[in-house]
């Protein structure tokens, strides 16, 4: 009896950590896997070049070991394509990428080990930065993915604000930790810490499953509980994005995620290095001072959300940028005040304080004009341009910064902010909302940021509001309506339900399974697919029977399989329909 008992008492506990079946556990694992993202930001981008500039190395050395192990992070969405191509279903869709992606963060943050002497191993310190940061990479590429597979549209946006803190979280802790380490332990230990809690996260994560039943791991008992789903080719992909890519507005973007790269990545080279050889701050000074500045910056960021909405992203953009040119030009201007601590302390802290709201203001930017099919890809060529300009301008900095001043220096990053805005004023695009149909203004992807960067998941497709499956658009007769490619639920954006309304229309668009649609129909809270406002529970007025949800905002319905071709036509059996089931509490 009592084995018994505990049998199924570890059966409940491992039931719980299932990520369809549980919101709780979405968000701890996606503040877990986010926050394990965190920690090569915090020991790779900002401790150990604080510790490099105090022990000798040149700054040159410095800003090109920064914009390289940036680099995998450019390119990134390759990855995204081989996931949905290369899957073992029996543990998830999503999960062996994550899995093998954690295990390859911890292994190669071991790798930090071989670094003796870092003044004198820059190369190897690349090698293996850029190795680090190809794991991290991918698992958030496949985190993202596994987010969009499993999350209710109404749980994205709280999904999101946990991961973006648990990144926040993980580089914040990780720099002032790593910091102290670092100069009191040296490299060995500060990776063997790190690579400890990257390995606490691994394991944890085997835990997890994506769908009951599954596999854990490879060789346990368990089976496929998920169905592939085929996604785009890459010629397809790319075909749709280059119609709006070369766009006037899309290459203005382009050129502002470009130079917000630049000033970002010339940036994070000066600032660790002036903070440590200039104004007399230790590494692990620098790091808590990052730590706690980057943590409010981010908190700031997210909640500049209703005035970007209320302004414009521009004009945010605008107001910000131009802050941050008047904050360089400023420290290049008081050079007699460089020798009052608490002047520079406010001034660094200024800036680190900026970061993550100049970002969101520019991924704000960015989303605005992502209209097409493919928004998905052709956001993600804007945020590796973006990433490109990083890398470009910490190696700018490499190049420039042994033969400039630092009052020189400082001049060139406001120089680069002046580039910056002279090309927001040429923007001119208005909101495609205004302009074009809803359908071509619709966009699946969440945003949220912190210093070490942009915490971004999206979907090509849009997503089903039920079942969370891409849908696919079916034209009938010149009229685009979407359709689920599980569950065959069906949208209609707003006046095409009475377009449609035929015999001949339903059957060529609704062709589900009339039993499958009564368990989905069910499922009756979610989010707008389309515009992420609230659904109404509505009801058909001569045939009450049957029950589909409205959007209060955009106005488009959502039908389960078989219920559309049921509105199609009116039979006896649905008098006795209306007889048997229930009234509705309408919304």
Known sequence: MIGARSDNKRTKMAAT????????IRYLTGSMMYF?????????AIAIPAWLASLGASASDIGTYL???VLPWAFKLVTGPFMDRYQFLPMGRRKPWVLGAQFGLTVSLLALMLIENPAQQIGLLMLIGVLINSFAATQDVAVDGMSIDLTPVREQGRLNAFMSFGKAVGWGVTSAISGLLLVNFGMQVTAIVAASVAGVVLVFFVLVLEREGERRLPWTAGKAMATRLEGHSFGAVFKGVNKVLWKRASVLVMMIMAFDGLVYGYGQALMPIAAVRLFGYTTPEWSQLVAVMGLIGAGVALALGPMIDRFGAKRMLVVTMSLVGVHAFLIAQTQFLWQDTTYVRIMLSIWILMLPVVMVCSIALAMAICSSKASATQLAIYMSVANLGHSAGSKIYATVADRASYVENYMFLGLLVIGMVIILLFHRHQHEQQEQKP????????VGTGVGGAGLYFSGAMRCPKCRADMEQIDYEGVEVDRCSVCNGVWFDEGEVEQLASRDAARAIDTGSARQGKKQNKVDEYRCPRCGGGMLKKTDQEQSHIWYETCGDCHGSFFDAGE???LAQVTVSDYFKRLVKPKRRES
């Open 36 to 44: 394990a993202q965190g920690i090569p930001q915090g020991l790779l």
């Open 67 to 69: 914009s390289v192990i």
């Open 17 to 24: 950590f299932v990520l369809r079946d549980s919101a709780r």
């Open 564 to 566: 559309f071709r049921d």
């Open 439 to 446: 359908r071509e203004g619709a966009r699946n992807f969440t």
